[in-house]
Nanobody
């Protein structure tokens, strides 16, 4: 199995940038899909971005397209989420996730989850 640990969250002002990291441990497989989700208080867990492990395919939620970028460092077994032009509505706990089967956009399609990291965008 895979263990995931997020880091890099914090407090930033609107318009600022932040990069989240997700370090994977345990045996990993090239077929794993990596995703980022977020959850704000009172809201359902929301898809943000996903990438195949090799990075040949990526997809983004419409609300973050053009502002967020998902990327990987395969040698470090780490996935990143670069967040630019942050807005207050981006405030949430951000989770990384891994799926062994599908290039999914739904939280229930993912098999492994990190503990989450808080991102707060002030205005």
């Amino acid at each position: 199995q895979v263990q995931l640990v997020e880091s890099g969250g914090g407090l930033v002002q609107a318009g600022g940038s932040l990069r989240l990291s997700c370090a994977a441990s345990g045996r990993t497989f090239s077929s794993y899909v990596m995703g980022w989700f977020r959850q704000a208080p009172g809201k359902e867990r929301e898809f943000v971005a996903a990438s195949t492990w090799s990075g040949e395919s990526t997809k983004y939620a419409g609300s973050v397209k053009g502002r967020f970028t998902i990327s990987r460092d395969n040698a470090k077994n780490t996935v990143y989420l670069q967040m630019n032009s942050l807005k207050p509505e981006d405030t949430a706990v951000y989770y990384c996730a891994a799926d062994t089967s599908y290039f999914g956009s739904y939280y229930y399609e993912y098999d492994y989850w990190g503990q989450g990291t808080q991102v707060t965008v002030s205005s």
